[in-house]
């Protein structure tokens, strides 16, 4: 299981790759393929798929991992398919969030600092929108006024393989009437979140993707996550803490 897993070096290859990832997502709101992987840093397929399994296992991304071709699902902050939230760069579509927690690092990466960044979305119980606007980390504006982001999966069952799962949990809602509705729903308890209390909790990667090209390997651990968002102020109850 991956999580709390034991520190590891990046190769070379991953560090070259994933800094190609950012900067070509952040360009063309996608990510390489094999080929355009191959041109710009001369990976060939062994290396590249090699260098994202790394990629996947220090929380970078998620791939097929048996994927002939590398298939690329998410690289954080993005996705390659329709996510609950779609991210406008100076009011043109850009790309698909990861989920809502990944929208708090995403208009820190550093091509995007001269821009606002808007995030479309909708209360994941009845599909109402909701949106806010953010630069480099700052809240420009929100509708409505409580939003908030609800996290229906326990960090105890976070990253067993990759990140499909909990970033699919990670929703927003129009306030905690909602969010209950939500939950009876999909019949699972969750834990919410306000945007300024996700800003510190998921916002941090966010000084560092881009930013640090050697930035170490991330690791999952349930009992940091947790007590890091007690110490926000965030009601852990159900995460049976
Ligand atoms: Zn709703």
Redesign the pocket.
């Known amino acids: 299981m991956p999580q709390d897993i034991a520190p590891f070096e990046w190769s070379d290859d991953a560090l070259r790759l994933r800094q190609l990832v950012y900067e070509h997502w952040c360009e063309h709101g996608r990510g390489p393929n094999l080929r355009d992987v191959h041109e710009a840093i001369g990976l060939t397929r062994r290396q590249t798929v090699q260098a994202y399994r790394q990629l996947q296992l220090g929380i970078c991304g998620c791939i097929d991992l048996f994927s002939q071709n590398a298939s690329v699902y998410r690289f954080m902050p993005f996705a390659s398919f329709p996510t609950q939230v779609k991210a406008y760069v100076d009011d043109t579509f850009h790309s698909f969030a990861g989920c809502a927690m990944e929208t708090m690092p995403f208009s820190k990466m550093p091509p995007f600092a001269d821009s606002t960044v808007t995030f479309e979305s909708y209360?994941?119980?009845?599909?109402?929108p909701v949106r806010f606007t953010a630069k480099a980390g700052q809240f420009l504006s929100r509708e409505p006024d409580g939003l908030l982001i609800h996290v229906s999966t326990s960090p105890w069952d976070w990253q067993l393989i990759d990140t499909m799962y909990q970033c699919d949990s990670m929703n927003f809602?129009?306030d905690a009437d909602?969010a209950e509705?939500?939950e009876r729903e999909i019949g699972r308890r969750g834990v919410l979140f306000t945007l300024e209390q996700a800003m510190v909790f998921a916002g941090g990667s966010g000084d560092r993707r881009m930013w640090n090209f050697h930035a170490p390997p991330e690791t999952s651990s349930p009992e940091k996550v947790i007590n890091g968002a007690r110490g926000l102020g965030v009601d852990v109850a159900n995460w049976d803490a």
């Open positions: 209360c994941s119980c009845c599909l109402e809602v129009i909602h509705r939500y």
